[in-house]
C-alpha cells in the first residue's frame, strides 16, 4: 500500500504454537512449531542472554530462529547455521496473538523474569487492523479489544515488560487508510489500552509513530496526543521498515518535540542498508531486496532521546506475499540468510 507502509504481518504465526513455546520455555524444555520437519534441538543452538546493562531485553531460548540454527546444524548447514545465529542471538518482540493472549503474556515475561531480563511484547489486534492489507484483522470489536488488553495485563503482571502498542494504528488514522467512522473508537481504545498497560507494575508502553518515510509527520503529532502519548513512556519509529538509524533519530526527535520531549525507540532490525528505492512506491516496504540486519538491540544509543534500538519486526520472517514471499509472519528462510550475510 503507502510508500510509508513497513509493518510485516505477524497476523499468520500460529498462535497456539506461541502458547505452546512460552508454556514449554518456562519449563525448562523447547518445542516445534509445526514449521520445520521435527529435526533438531532448540538446545543445540546455545544462544545466551545479552550484557544486562546494555541490552535487557530477553532473548526467547525456544524463538523460531533458535530452532532454526539447530535444524540447520542438524541438516550439517553449519554455514547457514551461523549466519541465522546472528538473528537468533538476539532479543526480538514477541507479537501477542489474539488466541490465548493471557498466557501468552505470562509465558513470555515469565521466561524474561527467570533469565533476570526484560520481556519485549508487541501488540497488534486493533479493530480494522492494516485496512484489508497483508496483515488485515485484528480484534472484531471495540470491547473485543479491550478484552485482548485485559488478558495481556493479566498474564504480565507485576513482572518486567516492556510493550510496543499497535504498529501503525495512529499513522492509518492519518493517512486515508482507516475510514472515518472508526476514528473515535481507535483513540479511546488506544488511550485505554496505555492506560491499562502503564497501571501495572513495571511494564512500559511506547505508542507507535509510524517511520521517516511518513511524508507529513506535521499531521500526527495531535493524533499521537489524543491516542494518549502523554501517558505512555514514549513511542516507537521505523517498525518493520527499513530507514536507517540516523533517519530515525531525526524523525523521532521532530516529533519528540511537539509530544512534550518523549523519549522514543527505533526498530533497527533490518535497517542495516537503509530503505529500497525501487520498484513500486506503495510496497517498497514488502520484503525488499538487498537489505541487511541493523544495530543490534541496546540501550546504549547514540541520542539521549533514544531510549533502546529494538528489533520489534522478527527478521527473517515475511512481510507479506509479494516478491516471491510466503504469507506474512511466516518464516522464509532465503531471506533470513539475505538480511544475515549482508549485516
Known amino acids: 500500500m503507502y510508500g510509508s507502509r513497513g509493518v510485516g504481518a505477524f497476523a499468520g504465526r500460529r498462535a497456539s504454537a506461541a502458547v505452546l513455546g512460552a508454556a514449554l520455555l518456562v519449563a525448562g524444555c523447547s518445542s516445534g512449531d509445526g514449521d520445520g520437519d521435527g529435526r533438531g534441538d532448540a538446545a543445540d543452538a546455545a544462544v545466551t542472554q545479552q550484557p544486562k546493562e546494555t541490552d535487557p531485553f530477553w532473548v526467547n531460548p525456544d524463538g523460531l ?38 498466557e501468552q503474556a505470562r509465558g513470555y515475561t515469565e521466561g524474561a523474569e527467570k533469565a533476570d531480563r526484560t520481556a519485549l511484547l508487541v501488540l497488534y489486534n486493533i479493530p480494522h487492523r492494516d485496512c484489508d492489507q497483508y496483515s488485515r484483522g485484528g480484534a472484531a470489536d471495540g470491547d473485543a479489544y479491550r478484552d485482548f488488553v485485559d488478558a495481556v495485563a ?24 482507516t475510514p472515518q467512522q472508526y476514528h473515535e473508537e481507535r483513540y479511546d481504545l488506544l488511550s485505554g489500552a496505555i492506560d491499562k498497560l502503564k497501571g501495572l507494575k513495571n511494564t512500559k508502553v511506547y505508542l507507535d509513530a509510524g517511520n521517516a518515510g511518513w511524508g507529513n509527520p506535521d499531521q500526527i ?111 522464509w528462510a532465503d531471506y533470513a540468510l539475505e538480511l544475515a550475510k549482508g549485516s
Open 221 to 331: 503529532f495531535d493524533p499521537l496526543k489524543r491516542a494518549g502519548i502523554d501517558r505512555a513512556d514514549g513511542f516507537s519509529v521505523n517498525v518493520s521498515n527499513f530507514y536507517t538509524t540516523e533517519e530515525s533519530i531525526a524523525y523521532g526527535k521532530r516529533l519528540s518535540a511537539k509530544v512534550g520531549g518523549k523519549p522514543f525507540v527505533i526498530d533497527t532490525s533490518r535497517n542495516g542498508n537503509g530503505p529500497y528505492t525501487e520498484g513500486d512506491p506503495k510496497e517498497r516496504w514488502c520484503n525488499p531486496p538487498g537489505r541487511a540486519l541493523g544495530e543490534t538491540p541496546t540501550v546504549d544509543t547514540a541520542d539521549p532521546l533514544v531510549d533502546a534500538y529494538l528489533w520489534v519486526k522478527r527478521p527473517g520472517e515475511s512481510d507479506g506475499e509479494c516478491k516471491g514471499g510466503p504469507k506474512a509472519g511466516q518464516w
Open 154 to 177: 493479566r498474564g504480565i503482571g507485576d513482572r518486567p515488560a516492556t510493550v510496543i502498542l499497535e504498529p501503525d494504528a495512529v499513522l492509518h488514522l492519518v493517512d486515508g487508510c
Open 65 to 102: 530462529s533458535v530452532r532454526k540454527v539447530a535444524e540447520l546444524q542438524g541438516d550439517g548447514k553449519k554455514a547457514e547455521a551461523e549466519q541465522i545465529r546472528k538473528i537468533a542471538e538476539q532479543p526480538v518482540g514477541e507479537w501477542i496473538s489474539p488466541e490465548k493472549p493471557e
